[in-house]
């Protein structure tokens, strides 16, 4: 090899700096860089072809050991984890909920074995919506390149001593790994991200092209001509590629074929000059803190505010990340990393990272240690959005799915009938109006559908057959000719469909029509708020909160549709007042009243019905 692949090169750093910008960009600005993930593969190859490259050295003069190896990557990757893993035990200690907490002690478990791969494989993939709440989802490369480490050099000092050529045996496996990668992407895309089989191929071109130094061409020209095209491909795949995409794949060939070309230009202008700039050595010599602190900034900084980050308090997390990237490299990875490798600091480092995995693995039997929060507020803050009481598929269809409603959504032989329809947030009142009917005769025809405001001859936007569905509700109310219709929805759509359905239904069934305004809306949803509350004030939330808010269409709702001859009722007057809006009734997981953003629980609808059922029955009673 080339004395240039060797010895210390600013313009690798200058890569790494690429490589770790592009990631931040995509996990904190998605939007303004799409394909930014594609630096990971940028990092592969370069591991490969520096590790290579030291190894293969090393060999050639027969002073490579196995051990030192190891010590020198146990240096490298194990002080700045170590404490990254700490700090996100403590973050998680104050702000997650048991389950949540166990979840992550877990991760921080794999990541400490350096199997984080194969844990997040078995989880879920990469581009899940969930997967944007694990603080350390980030650390499956590390575990890839951990494991590349660990049979790698033992493949190349095996190639040695059958006198092997390094190149052959690199690329061959390389071509292996490739072809896996592209047979696995179609019907496994979670394994293929995450499995160090389909991933090796990176790692190794970056080997191929250490261990083939000496067959490349390294004038001024070829140089510039290899880094221009290098540039060429990793901005392409930064530009076009997104979590769409089927990566990796034949897709993954744009940023490794783009790295190494750079990597393979040292005597390129850009790469003496734009690479080996301060500013890129700077940024590239904190590449690995920077990678390990900017995702659990993001994810935890989230949890705290209990609602996604704003563009400006993303900017400032980046920034907060960059500043504690320096500080680790200054005075945790400098003195471990470059101080003298004695046997007592590798010692400190394996039980350091061991005791580590020891934590999450304590925290994880320890069921996230619950006794961290009072029972009422782990119920509260864990309370789920039970749709199968409100005859989910049934009388509140999917209407990606079902597009007809079940025989006995009607109450057949019961008068005074109440026709509801609506959205989810509908069907959430059927518990309060089934408990009216313990004390109030009257029947229920349940017609609610997912997402879809009870409206005609509209189309409502992202909400497949929500038109056709409202068109046979009307067709069924002309069948069952009810006494009272409530339209009950978030009211988030078109409301001329909305006066357009309440003057069909007068003129068809002759009911009276009854508008309910939208309830308050929790916009963290409200077990997130009860959570908040507890973490800022260590007590449970007051029973009314001002952290609700009203529907701003409710005074257009009144002077749209009580001209046409529909009476409203203002679910915002009935469970807010001046203190605030209704967040339980009682002390109690049971007693919340809303179980996410908007939808109501049991006791939140019995306690709504309850207020407003005489109004409703009122010309009946």
């Not at 067709?475 to 003057?503: F, K, M, N, Y």
Request: aromatic share 10%; glycine share 8%; hydrophobic share 50%.
């Amino acid at each position: 090899m080339s004395q240039l692949s060797d010895q210390y090169r600013p313009d690798i750093d200058g890569l790494r700096a690429i490589a770790v910008l592009l990631v931040v960009g995509f996990h904190a600005f998605p939007e303004a860089v799409p394909g930014g993930f594609i630096g990971v593969d940028i990092f592969f190859v370069i591991s490969g072809f520096l590790i290579t490259g030291i190894i293969a050295r090393e060999l050639g003069q027969q002073h490579f050991g196995l051990l030192a190896f190891y010590a020198r990557r146990i240096r490298r990757i194990f002080p700045a984890l170590i404490v990254v893993l700490g700090v996100t035990l403590v973050l998680g200690w104050l702000w997650l909920l048991p389950q949540a907490y166990a979840q992550l002690s877990s991760d921080v478990f794999a990541s400490a074995a350096f199997v984080s791969n194969i844990a997040l494989w078995l989880q879920s993939g990469y581009f899940d919506i969930e997967s944007s709440r694990k603080p350390l989802l980030h650390l499956w490369s590390l575990g890839i390149e951990e494991q590349f480490y660990l049979f790698w050099p033992l493949i190349l000092m095996l190639a040695a001593r059958l006198r092997l050529s390094l190149l052959a045996v690199a690329s061959l496996i390389a071509i292996a790994s490739l072809a896996l990668n592209v047979a696995l992407i179609g019907p496994d895309p979670v394994a293929t991200f995450y499995l160090p089989f389909t991933r090796a191929w990176e790692l190794l071109a970056g080997a191929a092209l250490a261990c083939g130094w000496s067959h490349i061409r390294h004038t001024p020209a070829a140089s510039n001509l290899r880094a221009a095209a290098g540039i060429l491909l990793i901005a392409i795949a930064a530009g076009v590629l997104d979590s769409k995409n089927a990566f990796p794949g034949w897709w993954a060939l744009l940023p490794v074929a783009g790295a190494a070309l750079m990597i393979s230009a040292p005597m390129a202008w850009g790469c003496r000059h734009l690479l080996a700039s301060p500013a890129m050595v700077r940024i590239g010599l904190i590449s690995y803190p920077l990678y390990l602190w900017h995702w659990p900034l993001l994810v935890f900084s989230g949890i705290i505010k209990f609602a996604p980050l704003t563009l400006l308090e993303r900017a400032l997390i980046v920034g907060l990340s960059f500043a504690l990237a320096w500080l680790t490299y200054r005075f945790i990875e400098i003195p471990f990393r470059f101080g003298r490798p004695t046997r007592p600091r590798i010692a400190a480092l394996c039980s350091g990272m061991a005791l580590v995995a020891l934590a999450g693995g304590v925290i994880v039997r320890g069921d996230g240690f619950d006794f961290r929060l009072p029972a009422e507020i782990r119920d509260m803050a864990a309370v789920k959005t039970e749709s199968f009481k409100w005859r989910f598929r049934e009388c509140l269809l999917d209407l990606g799915h079902e597009t007809s409603f079940a025989d006995d959504c009607v109450d057949r032989n019961r008068r005074p009938l109440i026709m509801l329809w609506g959205d989810s947030t509908a069907g959430a009142l059927l518990l309060g109006l089934r408990k009216a009917q313990e004390t109030h005769d009257f029947g229920i025809a349940q017609f609610t559908s997912n997402s879809c405001i009870p409206a005609v001859n509209v189309d409502i936007s992202g909400v497949p057959n929500c038109r056709a569905i409202n068109d046979k509700v009307l067709t069924l109310a002309r069948q069952i000719q009810p006494d009272i219709v409530l339209l009950h929805s978030t009211w988030a759509g078109p409301l001329d469909g909305v006066a357009a359905a309440v003057t069909a239904l007068k003129q068809q069934t002759g009911a009276r029509i009854i508008v309910l305004g939208s309830v308050p809306w929790w916009k963290r949803g409200l077990p997130n708020e009860v959570l908040r509350y507890f973490m800022l004030h260590r007590r449970l939330i007051p029973e009314r909160s001002d952290r609700a808010t009203a529907d701003p269409s409710e005074a257009r709702l009144r002077e749209k549709l009580t001209p046409l001859g529909a009476e409203f009722i203002s679910a915002w007057e009935t469970l807010c007042n001046a203190d605030g809006c209704l967040a339980r009734i009682g002390d109690t997981a049971q007693d919340i009243s809303a179980s996410d953003q908007v939808h109501l629980t049991e006791k939140g609808s019995i306690f709504l019905i309850q207020s407003i059922i005489g109004r409703v029955l009122a010309p009946h009673q």
